[in-house]
């Protein structure tokens, strides 16, 4: 397949290139896309060298599939031109996962919804895509009333700047600031912008979007925080449910899910830690335990690389489902 990747060059950009790689997605020609100030650059793929260009020239080529990760503007502009020629687009961006006219897609929970006509596939956020999995199942069997979550994001979630924030802070250095305060010995409760009612884009987003993926009926409420971790995405989750479960279903259940990993062993301290999920694909769930301050309650830990299941690898992961399904019109 002709495969272009949007902001190639960008932190989300490059992970979805080895992802890309890794799962040996059958690419027969791939177009890296950038901004004009790296148009012209070679990036390696699989040891081959691949020229990168602007938007138009990429449009022109007519991938089967394009995969952006060049933010919501971009995204706005650029994805119907590219459905226009005949593309399918992947989205990474915020930018279409709202619109009623546009699929949100976690393929292990929704990927069946897809069809050769959907030409827009938004890709959830990344505090989304862990959390829905892990409750997908649990949702199925005990039926989830209301959801309390709060995340502790990696800075890579915020990109390269960020990441260098903290690098120039605890190096010692004056140097730009991504973030209003220190994020180094710091934690922000502050994901993204305010909105009006008080909460970040961020928290209403794991809000909106675990709807739209599982279950208008599921009350979420969150706070989002950042914490000074290089990598990965945490979440303390408290799950209220219509109907009683037993820990053992439990944790049977979210370890047949497909894309979870179950790291729950309070007596040798296994739980999942954004080191331990670095570089990985799944999702890690642990903790798991009773809530006993109130009935059909349960509380778990959800660790994912924000990088991977929460971007690059679920968007490589729709890809995937639409070759072996063969829903490009090209």
């Given at each position: 397949m002709k495969v272009a990747v949007v902001g190639a060059t960008g932190m989300v950009g490059e992970v979805m290139l080895k992802v890309l790689r890794e799962m040996s997605f059958p690419i027969t020609e791939l177009i890296p896309v950038a901004s004009e100030k790296s148009v012209g650059k070679s990036l390696n793929f699989?040891?081959?060298?691949?020229?990168?260009v602007g938007m138009q020239t990429a449009i022109d080529m007519q991938p089967d599939i394009a995969i952006f990760s060049a933010g919501g503007s971009t995204s706005l502009e650029w994805a119907p031109k590219f459905a226009a020629v005949g593309t399918t687009v992947i989205d990474n961006s915020s930018a279409w996962r709202m619109d009623p006219d546009k699929k949100l897609i976690v393929p292990e929970i929704n990927g069946h919804l897809l069809t050769d006509a959907d030409k827009i596939i938004a890709n959830p956020n990344c505090s989304t895509i862990q959390l829905v999995l892990a409750l997908k199942p649990l949702h199925d069997k005990y039926k989830v009333k209301r959801v309390v979550v709060s995340t502790y994001q990696s800075i890579s979630g915020t990109g390269v700047k960020a990441v260098r924030q903290m690098e120039n802070e605890r190096a010692g250095r004056d140097e730009e600031m991504v973030y209003p305060y220190p994020i180094d010995q710091n934690c922000l409760p502050h994901c993204d912008d305010f909105t009006e009612n008080g909460y970040t884009k961020e928290e209403m987003k794991l809000t909106n979007e675990t709807k739209k993926i599982l279950d208008p009926a599921i009350n979420v409420t969150a706070t989002a925080v950042r914490v000074p971790v290089q990598g990965g995405h945490s979440e303390a989750v408290n799950i209220e449910f219509e109907n009683d479960f037993e820990l053992s279903e439990v944790r049977r259940l979210l370890h047949e899910m497909e894309g979870i990993t179950l790291k729950d062993d309070p007596?040798?301290?296994?739980?999942?830690?954004?080191?331990?999920?670095?570089?990985?694909?799944?999702?890690?769930?642990?903790?798991?335990?009773?809530?006993?301050?109130?009935?059909?309650?349960?509380?778990?830990?959800?660790?994912?690389?924000?990088?991977?299941?929460?971007?690059?690898?679920?968007?490589?992961?729709?890809?995937?489902?639409?070759?072996?399904?063969?829903?490009?019109?090209?």
């Open positions: 699989g040891g081959l060298e691949a020229k990168v007596t040798t301290n296994s739980y999942p830690m954004p080191l331990y999920a670095a570089g990985k694909n799944d999702v890690f769930v642990g903790r798991i335990r009773r809530d006993e301050s109130q009935p059909n309650t349960l509380n778990m830990w959800v660790v994912a690389d924000n990088l991977r299941k929460g971007a690059a690898t679920n968007a490589v992961q729709i890809a995937e489902l639409i070759r072996q399904r063969n829903l490009v019109s090209a």
